[in-house]
């Protein structure tokens, strides 16, 4: 597979889990109110979301010649 095709392709998967994810945190938060575990919950989560930009982040001295 070219590798433009494959970018274009992971884009567009991105962009579907993404809004998935956001449909789904909505109807979360519509049927569970608050819980004091609540917070620990949406912090291992940011936690999570840092690891995988960490994770992505494009290796700027990788493309340097």
Known sequence: MHPETHLALHHVR????????????LAAAALHP?????????LGW???EVGLRLAAAPKAAAAIP
């Open 14 to 25: 991105a962009a579907d889990l993404r809004a998935e994810a956001d449909a789904y945190r």
């Open 34 to 42: 608050r819980h004091p575990r609540d917070l620990r919950t949406r």
């Open 46 to 48: 940011a936690l999570v």
